[in-house]
């Protein structure tokens, strides 16, 4: 009870004195002063003119021209990102292009040495071919030369050992002819 | 029964206590007091006090914090690429009032009144913030302090609603379009009071709310002087808890006062009806 009296009366207070008595003069909260009121609108005019030009349009045009800045550099860094972009392509179709270059030279330079390679390679053989053909031309040559000349030789050894031993003086020519009748009825080698 | 019994009792210890003025210290506290005389001024026939009190003290301390705090920060970010420190809260609390409360409620005729409401918001919110520091007063709680607020606001409505749509355009305007003819004198009383009512409410709203924390957190203390030592962790955690949330309303009231201000002046330049 006491609690609910102390507050009803604090209540009771607040409410006398919150309401505007007339004829009095004594101060509530609802009592309005034309003084407090001038001296407010006064303060607050006041201020705001001052920061008006102090405070706010420094403050303002910084913050615009820092706004601006921020644009320009985003819009800058758009237009760079956009031309890097561009340059990482343009290398890459380089990069595209020297690789396809690189892989026909490669190609090529193979090509041409699988042909070199077999055209030395057949050239070689048909030069051994042909220096063994020749060697063996020589040979066979050389042998029939020699096969001749001991042919030759032979009959004149055969006829000087027949002079010697018949002692007769025979008709040289008719002589050999005879030895080499004879010498071609022996059989070759 | 017993409560029935016991209420004419109870109402004669109030009354009894009312006329004591036990309960005065409360009002004493939050009202206003002159600290430095002046003479009054007789303008027009009305006596005009023009003594410095309490609260003009607390006006002037406000003000002069703000140009220091206001133009160290202007200073210092015309210096700075970047804001630092103060004048980045600063720069962060204009955002703020420029983009959330000015710009969405009067669009883009806003910016010609950014200074104002910047001002505004900024001097309402130290006021405030002021008041809830010990020895120091409230005095956006004084209800000649909000009204002389809203009037301002109330003078820049009328101002610049005339000036744009023209005076009887302005008062035209006020009138929504289609209105039956034996409804129109009705709801000329209606608008006229509406007009009025917007500077009466916002002035009415800022004193209430900056005065009631102070009242309640002053009751709870004074319920430790009437029921005794007992009471006081209650007291103690209530007045806490009333004081955060008056550092709340301290910061709310002055975004309320802002958005409904820029609401009213932007809809007296654009009249929709």
Known sequence: MLIANIFLAQFYNIILFISPQTGENKDTLLSVEPGLIIWTILIFILLVLILKKYAWKPLLDALDEREKGIKDSIEKAEYLKQEAEKILEENKKMLAGADEESRKILNESKQLANKMRTELISKTNDDAAKILMQAKAEIEREKIAALNSLKDEIADLAVKAAGKIIDENLDTDKQKKLIENFINKIPQN | ?273
Not at chain 2, 45 to 63: C, E, K, P, Q, R
Not at chain 2, 71 to 83: D, G, I
């Open chain 2, 1 to 273: 029964m017993t409560l029935l019994t016991a209420l004419p009792d109870t109402l004669s210890q109030v009354t009894d206590a009312a006329h004591n003025e036990e309960g005065n210290w409360i009002i004493e506290h939050v009202s206003d007091h002159k600290i430095f005389s002046i003479p009054p001024v007789n303008i027009g026939g009305v006596n005009i006090d023009f003594s410095i009190t309490t609260n003009i003290l607390m006006m002037l301390i406000a003000s002069t914090l703000l140009v220091i705090v206001l133009t160290y920060s202007a200073s210092s970010n015309k210096k700075n690429k970047h804001p630092k420190g103060l004048a980045n809260f600063i720069e962060l609390v204009m955002l703020f009032v420029k983009d959330d409360i000015v710009l969405p409620s009067m669009g883009k005729i806003g910016v010609n009144f950014l200074p104002f409401f910047f001002t505004m918001f900024f001097f309402i919110l130290t006021v405030n913030l002021l008041g809830l520091i010990p020895f120091m007063h409230t005095a956006t709680g004084n209800v000649s302090i909000t009204a002389s607020l809203a009037s301002v606001t109330f003078v820049m409505m009328m101002f610049h609603g005339i000036k744009k749509n023209g005076f009887f355009g302005y008062f035209k305007g006020l009138i929504p379009h289609g209105v039956p003819l034996y409804v129109l004198p009705v709801m000329v009383i209606i608008e006229f009071l509406s007009l009025l009512t917007k500077p009466f409410a916002l002035c009415i709203r800022l004193f209430a709310n900056m005065t009631a924390g102070h009242i309640v957190i002053l009751a709870f203390i004074s319920l430790i002087f009437t029921l005794g030592y007992v009471i006081v962790p209650v007291s103690i955690a209530f007045s806490l808890f009333i004081y955060l949330l008056e550092i709340l309303v301290a910061l709310l009231q002055a975004y309320i006062f802002t958005i409904l201000s820029s609401l009213f002046i932007g809809m007296a330049i654009e009249q929709e009806h």
